[in-house]
């Protein structure tokens, strides 16, 4: 395989990310091998074999030789590596438990399946683009289909025999899954009701438009530090979790030049967490992908390369403030001000995932519903999709919170879909505890992790509502089967990170470390941990009823569940 040649300046038709002169001259490396600084020596095998070929070249090798070979032929640069660039990873081998995720090598892990992951920009879907994504799960991902947390679709049990005929089913229906993982510009987050909410402040859609056509797939964007997130809404609820991308463009109505976007940068969880920082900036929907284009820019050029756990945006943000990193993008990057603006106002309720019936701004109405932690199949997708044709609608949405959404009925028609999704068990109504329970992936696919979490969700779900009927304040209860935080432990009112504890009979069982009082939106903050408090897997029942009657006990009038965890005792939480 020949090596890439060494990054090159954007060409001028790329003005508003130009990488700046001190990037031209390629030096020795030093400290943390940020490409503006001229240092383009690989740091660690990431970026070696990242500079030895463009992620997105795979898919030629993919179509020509692996899905004629199989499994066995593919290089191990690209199994562990490249193939992400098209939304592919190695699933979990069946059998190996949690205590082995961190001892066993890679291909020990590695089942000769793969997790692919479509991307589904703003979380819009036709009708025909829904049948797809559920005919793809019934032939060939053995019915898999969970909705993410970033608005995606994952399938699982997908050979790699089997990709190029499912990429062309899925790209005959305008869906892709490029991108969909990797040092990449991932998924664009987006409101689920742009366009249509009767409240809207502005509507984003063109913007997440004009980014895909400009970055997606853009060979100058496809070796970035690590994953770049993105999420664009104009919605007065905040519905996708801005606090915590990389870039995020949220509404606001500036008091001199109308409704646009406040900028938002540097947030991410995983194991060292950060919320976005306000770079003070209005900018208006016709400058919004030239902004991405900066800031996207700022982190390919000067993002962290050395350290893995160190190359999120966040960590440059940190390390640089706000005022450095906007005058940087103003000056190196846009060549011009940005217009100061102001904050966002407080989100205008508490759920943000537009689950139940509402109006749309043209008479019509949306009707959102909440499957149990985002697991889906392909017979039910595509049962949804009959569902939304035959009462008119040809839109459907996902949801940054494993939620979905149909667009466009007619006001007489609103009770017969409702009627037909709860023959289907999809709650336009549901308990605070279907609705506000989340989960990643688990050791059922996941490589990474340790537990259990879809099960342990739909179980812990049917548990609580069971003990609990008459709760009826708004809960968040995400379950990770890992540290990784990709079902936003730290920002739930109970946050739960999969690990290993020791039972009351002193054996290592699937448990969780348990984090109180996160929260996204009305006051943003990460969980507390209370000093050794854990639970195993089989107790978690009894201990979420156990803090949550505490809670309705003792909380104030109109006091959240995170404000009452804030002050109460370590004896309370417990």
């Known amino acids: 395989m020949a090596p890439s040649p060494e990054p090159v300046e954007p060409q001028a038709d790329s003005a508003a990310v130009r990488r700046p002169a001190a990037a031209r001259k390629v030096t020795r490396h030093r400290g943390e091998g940020q490409w503006g600084m001229g240092h383009f020596t690989p740091l660690n095998a990431n970026e070696q074999f990242k500079k030895d070929d463009d992620g997105l ?7 020509t030789i692996y899905s004629k070979n199989g499994f066995a032929s593919i290089d191990p640069s690209d199994l562990r590596g490249r ?5 592919l990873y190695t699933q979990r081998k069946e059998g190996i438990d949690g205590g082995k995720t961190a001892i066993l090598d890679p291909n020990e892990l590695d089942a000769e399946f793969f997790m692919l992951r479509v991307r589904i920009d703003g979380g819009r879907l036709t009708v025909a683009q829904l049948k797809a994504v559920a005919e793809v799960s019934e032939q060939y991902g053995r019915g898999t289909a969970d909705l993410t947390d970033r608005q995606n679709v ?32 991932r998924v664009i987050l987006g409101s689920p009701v742009a366009g249509v909410a009767k409240e809207e402040i502005i509507d984003g859609t063109p913007a997440i438009d004009e980014i895909m056509r400009r970055f997606i797939g853009n060979p100058e964007f ?19 979790a801005h606090e915590i991308n990389d870039i995020a463009f949220v509404g606001v109505e500036h008091p001199e030049h109308g409704p646009g976007f406040d900028l938002w940068v540097g947030g991410g969880l995983s194991t060292n967490p950060k919320l976005g920082v306000r770079l003070g900036a209005w900018v ?17 050029d000067y993002g962290y390369r050395r350290l893995r756990n160190r190359a999120r945006l966040k960590f440059l943000v940190a390390d640089w403030g706000p005022a450095k990193f906007r005058q940087v993008l103003q000056d190196e990057y846009l060549k011009y001000d940005l217009i100061d603006g102001p904050a966002p106002k407080e989100p205008a309720g508490i759920w943000r995932d537009h689950v139940g019936v509402h109006q749309q701004k043209d008479g019509n109405y949306y009707v959102g ?28 949405r996902t949801t940054a919170e494993q939620k979905m959404i149909i667009l466009d009925i007619a006001e007489d028609r609103v009770d017969s879909l409702v009627a037909g999704l709860e023959e289907l068990d999809l709650r336009v109504n549901p308990s605070p505890f279907r609705r506000g329970t989340m989960a990643c992936t688990g ?33 968040t209860i995400n379950i990770n089967g890992c ?69 309705q006990a003792e909380r104030q009038e109109g006091e959240r569940f995170a404000q009452w965890t804030a002050r109460a005792s370590e004896e309370e939480l417990s």
């Open 83 to 87: 193939m992400r660039w098209w939304g």
């Open 483 to 551: 540290p990784n935080a990709c079902a936003r432990i730290q920002v739930a009112d109970i946050g739960l990170k999969g690990q290993l504890v020791t039972d009351e009979n002193g054996e290592q069982v699937e448990g969780y470390q348990v984090h109180l009082g996160g929260a996204l939106g009305l006051e943003a903050g990460f969980g507390r941990k209370v000093r050794g408090l854990k639970v195993t897997k089989d107790g978690l029942p009894d201990y979420v009823e156990r803090v949550l009657t505490r809670f």
């Open 222 to 240: 496809s070796n970035l530090p690590r994953k770049f997130k993105s999420a664009i809404s104009g919605s007065p609820l905040l519905d996708i």
């Open 57 to 63: 070249n795979v898919r030629t090798r993919i179509e």
């Open 369 to 396: 519903f909440a499957p149990r932690v985002g697991r889906m199949d392909g017979k039910l997708l595509g049962q949804v999709a009959d569902l939304a044709a035959a009462h008119g609608s040809d839109r459907l």
């Open 443 to 475: 050791i059922e696919y996941c490589k990474l992790a340790i537990v259990e979490t879809k099960e342990r969700g739909r179980t812990l779900i049917d548990d609580l509502e069971a003990r609990m009927p008459a709760f009826d304040e708004p809960i």
């Open 284 to 300: 208006p929907l016709d400058e919004v992908a030239d902004v991405y284009g900066g800031v996207i820019g700022i982190f390919r």
């Open 154 to 185: 994952q399938y699982h049990w997908i050979r790699v025999e089997d990709v190029p005929a499912i990429w062309e089913k899925l790209e005959a229906v305008g869906l892709s899954t490029t991108e969909a993982c990797g040092d990449t510009p």
